[in-house]
C-alpha cells in the first residue's frame, strides 16, 4: 500500500498471503499444526484494519482461551499499535457475557446475574438431588451435571428433552425432573451457568431479532481460531451472528442505517467469516466439539473460499515425520502431510524410567542440560495426560532447584478461601444468589447454622426480598441474641458494602439521595474488598492460626486484593461488574504469575495453540495415552491419538518422549506398559537412552534405581553408546515385577494439594 514491500504481508508465503488478502463472505483455512493458521488470522485482522475496510470495533476475533486471546491482542498492537482499541478479541465465553450483560433486562436477569463455576453447578445440583431423593437411583452432582452441560452444548432445553424421552422411564423423569428444578433455581438465583452463556446468547438472538440486528450490523469481520473444537452451541452462535439484517429490522435500528451499509435489496449483508483450524487437532469431542463444523463448513456457508497450508514453520522435520507417522494412522481423515524446509534437527529423545520417580528424574536432568547449554526455562514445557501425574515432577524440579509452574493446575480462583472471598462481592453484585450467599454466612465461622440459615431463605422467599434485606430484617424472625447480632453485623457490612459499590458511600447512608450526586462515584474494587477482608478479619483469622497452609491462604487473600487493586489501575471506574465477569472468565491461577523464567507444566490439552523449543511428553504408556477411558469408546482411540499429534506439534526443536515401567496411580503400582502411539513412530527417528525393552528385561534392578539418590546429576548413569543402537522391542512389557513401591499416598490428589501447599509454604 506504501509502495515497497507491505509488512503485513512480508515474509508469508504465497496461500498465507492469499489468505489475508482475501476479502469474499466466507474463508476456510484448513492446515496442520505450525503452518501459520494463527498468524494468517493475525494479520488480517491487521490488514482489514489499516486497508481501512473495517474499524476496529467492527472486528471480532474468537480463541479458544484467554491467553490466547491476549496474545493476540498483543501480535495485533505489534503490527498496529493503538488502532486495535476497541476490537473484540475474546474467548466464545467472554463475548457472550459482554452481550448478556448488555442484555440481560431481556431475560428477567439483572445485569449483575452471577456467573456458577461447574463447582457452584455441582453444589446447587447436590442440594437438588438431595431433595429430589434422587441419589437413590444413582444421580451425582457429576453425572448429572455433565449430562445437563452435554444438552446444554447441543441446545437442547428441558422441554425439547422432555419431549424426546423415554415415555414411563422413571430414572429419565427424575433426570428431567432435576434439569427442570435445576434451571429453575438458576433463574431465580439471576444466575447462569458456564454452558448457559453461549447457550443463551443464542437464544436471545434467536427471540429477539432487533437485538440479535445490533450485533449482526456491528460485526463486520467474525474470525475463528481453532474452530475444529466448536461445539453446536458455539457454532449455532456464529450462524446467528454472520446472518444479514432483514429490512424491517434495518428500519428499527439506532442510529439509522446509512445508505452505503445496505445491499441491493435492502439488506445489512452479513459479517463475513473467516475460521481456521485443523481436524487433526480436534480433542474437544468429550466437550460436544463437532468436527462436522469444520467439514461441512463450505456447504454451511456458500461461496466459501478454502485455504490449505501445508509448510510448517514451527518444527523440525523429525518432529513432523513422527507427527506425520502417528496422525496416519487415523483413517478417517483427509490426507495432509507437514513439511519444512527447515531441516532434520536432532533426533527424538526417548526414555524408560523404573518409576515414574526415575522418569522425572531424567527429565529434571535434562531440564538442567538444556538450560546448561543456554536455553532458557520459558523456552521448556512438560506435558502430561492426567493431572495426577505431575507430582513425581514437581517433586524431582524442587529437589533440583528448577522454577516452574503449573498451568490450569488447581486454579487460583477455585482455592476455597478465594472463593469464600469472591461470594462477597458477587453477593454485593447479585443479593439473590442463594449459592454465594450460602458460602458466605460460613466464611468465616460466625455461628449461622444451618437451621438459621434455612429460615432466613424461607424468609426470603417468602417475602419476595434479597438476601441481605432478609438479614436486615432478621428481628422479624425468632433467633436468640447472640444468633441475631451476627446476622444483622452481617447484613449490615453487606448493604454498606453494596451502596458503596454502586457510589453511596460506605458509611455516609443518612446523606440524602441526590445530594453530591456528582461525586458519587462507584467505590474501587479494591476499597470494597479491602473492607470485607477488614471487616471479617479473614486474613487476620488464618494468621492467627500459624499453620503454613493457612499462611498460603492468607497470602492468597492478599494476592485476590493485589489482582482487585491492579485492575481498579487498569480500569478506573470500571466498577465491581467488570471485575467479577473478568474474574469468572479467567481460565487458570497461572494468567496471574510471571511467566518469565519458568519451565511450563500442562496437561497436553492445555498445550493446545503454543510452542515451545524444548518439548517432553511424559508417561507415553498404555492407559494414560491413551487414555484407559477412551479405550472402549467409539472413537476414543483416534480423539487421543489427535491428542497425541497436538502434543508432538508443539515442540520446535527438541522432543523427548518418556514413560514409565511401572506406575503409581491411587495408591497402587502397576506394570505399565508403552503406548501404541510410540510404535507408530518410526524406529530411526528416536534415540533411545533407555527403551522400554532395556528396563523390562532387568526388571530387577528397578528398586536399585528408585533407591538411587535422588539429586538429578548422580541418579541414573547416562551411558552413552548404547543409546542409539539399542533395539526397541516391546509387546512383552508386562513381564516386569510390580514388587517396587512407590511411597503409598491414599489419595494422590490431595497428597498433591498439600505438596503444592507445602511448596508455597517454603518460598514464603
Ligand atoms: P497450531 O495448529 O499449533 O495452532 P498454527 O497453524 O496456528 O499452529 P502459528 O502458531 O500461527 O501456527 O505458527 C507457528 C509458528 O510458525 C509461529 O512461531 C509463527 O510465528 C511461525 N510462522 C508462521 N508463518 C511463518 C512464515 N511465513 N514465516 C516465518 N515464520 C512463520
Ligand atoms: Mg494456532
Known sequence: AFGGVDPLLEGLNPAQERAVIARGPALLIVAGAGSGKTRVLTHRIAHLIREREAWPSQILAITFTNKAAAEMRERIAGLLGDAAEGMWVSTFHSACVRILRREAERFGYVAGFTIYDSADSRALLKRIIKELDADTYGFTPANSGSKISRLKNELTDVDTYAATAVEGDPRERLFIEIFRTYE??????NAFDFDDLIGQTVHLFRAHPDVAAVYQRRFRHILVDEYQDTNHAQYSLIRELTKPVAPEEVERLVPPARERELDDSGRIPGASLTVVGDSDQSIYAFRGADIRNIVEFERDFVGAEVVKLEQNYRSTQNILSAANAVIGNNFDRQEKSLWTSEGDGAKIVGFTGYSQHDEARFVAEEIEDLHREGLDYNDIAVFYRTNSQTRALEELLIRAAIPYRVLGGTKFYERAEVKDAMAYLTSIANPYDPITWSRLLGAPKRGIGPMAEAQLANFQEAQGINFHEAMLRCGELSFGPKVRASILGLGDLLSRASRMAVGGGATDASAAPGEDAAEKQPAPVGDLLKLILDETEMIEKLRARRDPQDDARAENLEELLAVAREFDVKQPGAGLLAFLTEVSLVA??????????????????????????????????????????????????????????????????????????????????????????????????????????????????????????????????????????????????????????????????????QWRERKRAAKA
Open 184 to 189: 429453575q433455581e438458576l433463574r431465580r438465583a
Open 588 to 753: 487458570a491461577a497461572d494468567d496471574l504469575d510471571d511467566s518469565s523464567g519458568t519451565v511450563s507444566l500442562m496437561t497436553m490439552h492445555t498445550a493446545k495453540g503454543l510452542e515451545y523449543r524444548s518439548v517432553f511428553i511424559t508417561g507415553v504408556e498404555e492407559g494414560l495415552i491413551p487414555h484407559q477411558m477412551s479405550v472402549d469408546e467409539v472413537g476414543g482411540v483416534n480423539e487421543e491419538r489427535r491428542l497425541m499429534y497436538v502434543g508432538i506439534t508443539r515442540a520446535r526443536e527438541r522432543l523427548y518422549l518418556t514413560l514409565a515401567s511401572t506406575r503409581a496411580t491411587f495408591g497402587d503400582v502397576s506394570v505399565a506398559m508403552p503406548s501404541r502411539f510410540l510404535q507408530e513412530i518410526p524406529e530411526g527417528l528416536i534415540d533411545w537412552r533407555q527403551s522400554p525393552g532395556e528396563v523390562t528385561s532387568r526388571g530387577g534392578t528397578a528398586s536399585r534405581a528408585l533407591n538411587a539418590p535422588a539429586r538429578p546429576g548422580s541418579g541414573y548413569s547416562r551411558s552413552s553408546g548404547r543409546s542409539t543402537e539399542s533395539a526397541v522391542s516391546f509387546g512383552s512389557g508386562g513381564s516386569g515385577s510390580a514388587a517396587v513401591s512407590e511411597p503409598a499416598s491414599g489419595n494422590m490428589q490431595s497428597a498433591l494439594e
